[in-house]
């Protein structure tokens, strides 16, 4: 655990640094800023070019799910902090009322405004202010003497000891957040109302006074897919809680794996693991509860929210089961230490197994389709992450550190592979090969395209098939300068290069955004202006 810890401190320097590096290299390039919003909501919401603000420093740049709205914060030389959206100052917070804090966002450089977010069409905005002097004073937390306050669409939602960045639901219509009140204890905001109260509350992985919460807390919080619920987990002394839609289960000794069922309009709603004091634990779905197991890895559901299935061992048995597939339970021969994977439609399974020697194996609906060759090291417990069923369902993709592999209905072998793979539209693989000195290429079925410098990442797919990718010369800790480059490709021919592509630090995949079958749009950034490059397919 205390390497663990090393490591991500290490990583988190590293990006910061970056971040860091990244910002200055850019802002020396910056100019003023005079931008116009278009009339209509319809059109373009940003201009080709937007010069980069006058200041000293600018950090978390984010783009709305429909990639027409753009917003960061950026500081002046006199310490005020300014919001921009789609060019126009939103906000602005003077140096006087202001002081730093460390943003949520790991590689975003320290302000007094972080955590920017945008509703999914770009029409809301909400970010937290770190305010240098509390109103009343004798409301300070004095452990970390400051407030934070909670900012909506340009108004102040509250001020708090502290509080969670705001989240949107999928049509901006809704939005919550977790604060930290005087006497009150943690509560969650949505909408303007308040619920229960908390001594804690884990919001978005994390608890919410900015600590991350313990290793065994894997849970989902926020709104479902639809946008129509809400869940999160909260701590009283009698212990967690897992809360949805204001119904509160529990308590329990602990809660992992809340989460909800597709979208949340299925036959299911969410599902999630409790312990009990005495060590034993149940499964929790829709509220029902079924008792009597030693261990439970999951729930996992379908995407639509119908099928569900977990491993798991009973307190009386010595073998793990993988259940709710078919009529019947599949024995595993070893030990389920992840989540088991679903199809689509809920119909096949795909998990990794470890032997009592630690030798690992890729089962499918019971059979195992897959070892590593002799000699090999173990398969490691991140291959899971990795484990996509292809479109049609019926086969499993995953890496083993050395290639990519297919097994199930397909079964086949891509050697030298990278991890980064798609699909074309008609279900072909798409995924990034190394040649023999080591440049990286996108390989799609028998085709090869040319080999390009740098990182190939991104790889995007028009709806007609076009391939969209981008290739990033910079080495992650380095400092970027005018030898680093990402250069963006359309098929097989160089569209452009920048000096970086948006969004960023803390999303490396480049994005783009489809405006018709036949013509996207990207944003990078190049002499220091944001450009939004348009691509005709």
Not at 207 to 212: I, L, P, S
Request: hydrophobic share 40%; proline share 6%.
């Amino acid at each position: 655990m205390r390497r663990r810890r090393i490591l991500l401190i290490f990583i988190a320097v590293i990006l910061l640094g970056g971040a860091l590096a990244m910002a200055h290299f850019l802002h020396a390039r910056g100019g003023a800023v005079s931008l116009a919003r278009p009339a209509r909501a319809s059109t373009p919401a940003l201009p080709a070019a937007m010069p980069l603000p006058d200041g000293v420093a600018w950090a978390e740049i984010v783009i709305s799910a429909d990639g027409r709205h753009l917003a960061f914060a950026a500081r002046d030389a006199d310490g005020a902090t300014r919001v921009l959206r789609d060019g126009e100052i939103f906000a602005a917070h003077p140096a006087t009322e202001t002081i730093y804090r460390p943003s949520f966002v790991i590689g975003c450089m320290a302000m007094p405004v972080n955590s920017l977010t945008l509703s999914a069409d770009g029409s809301r905005i909400g970010y937290l202010l770190e305010i240098k002097e509390p109103a009343d004073p004798a409301t300070a937390d004095r452990t970390f003497p400051l407030r934070r306050a909670v900012v909506i669409d340009g108004k102040r939602s509250g001020e708090y000891l502290d509080a969670t960045p705001p989240i949107f639901n999928a049509d901006g219509t809704q939005v919550a957040y977790a604060a930290h009140e005087q006497g009150i204890g943690w509560r969650i905001w949505r909408n303007g109302t308040p619920g229960r109260s908390f001594e804690q509350i884990a919001l978005g992985g994390r608890q919410a006074a900015a600590k991350f919460a313990p290793d065994w807390m894997q849970n989902d919080s926020g709104f479902s897919a639809d946008g129509r619920h809400f869940c999160y987990t909260g701590y009283r002394k009698d212990g967690w809680y897992a809360v949805v839609d204001d119904a509160e289960y529990g308590p329990y000794a602990r809660i992992q794996g809340l989460t909800f069922a597709g979208d949340g309009g299925g036959t299911h709603l969410f599902g999630f693991v409790a312990a009990h004091p005495d060590g034993t634990m149940a499964l929790v779905v829709d509220g029902t509860v079924e008792r009597g197991y030693a261990r439970i890895i999951g729930p996992v559901f379908s995407a639509d929210g119908e099928r569900m299935t977990f491993a798991a061992r009973r307190a009386t048995e010595r073998a793990d089961v993988i259940a709710g597939i078919g009529e019947r339970d599949l024995i595993v021969d070893g030990t389920v230490r992840t989540p088991p994977v679903l199809n689509a439609d809920g119909t096949h399974v795909a998990y990794l197994v470890y032997g009592a020697k630690g030798e690992s194996a890729v089962w499918l609906d019971g059979a195992r389709v897959y070892s590593p060759p002799a000699g090999a090291p173990a398969l490691g417990t991140n291959l899971i992450t990795s484990f996509t069923f292809t479109p049609d369902g019926e086969s499993v993709v995953f890496s083993d550190g050395h290639a990519l592999v297919v097994r199930g209905k397909v079964t086949a072998a891509y050697p030298r592979a990278s991890w980064r793979y798609a699909f074309t539209p008609d279900g072909k693989l798409a995924y990034v090969r190394y040649t023999d000195d080591g440049k990286q290429r996108v390989v799609i079925g028998d085709r090869a395209y040319p080999p390009v410098e740098g990182t190939v990442m991104g790889l995007t797919f028009s709806p007609d098939g076009d391939l969209l990718y981008a290739a990033d010369s910079w080495t992650p800790g380095s400092t970027r300068g005018d030898t680093s480059r990402v250069n963006i490709y359309v098929n097989d021919a160089l569209h452009g290069s920048y000096d970086l592509m948006l969004p960023f630090p803390y999303d490396i995949q480049p994005r783009f955004f489809f405006d018709a079958p036949d013509r996207a749009h990207y944003f990078a950034v190049r002499d220091g202006q944001i450009h939004r490059v348009a691509v005709a397919l």
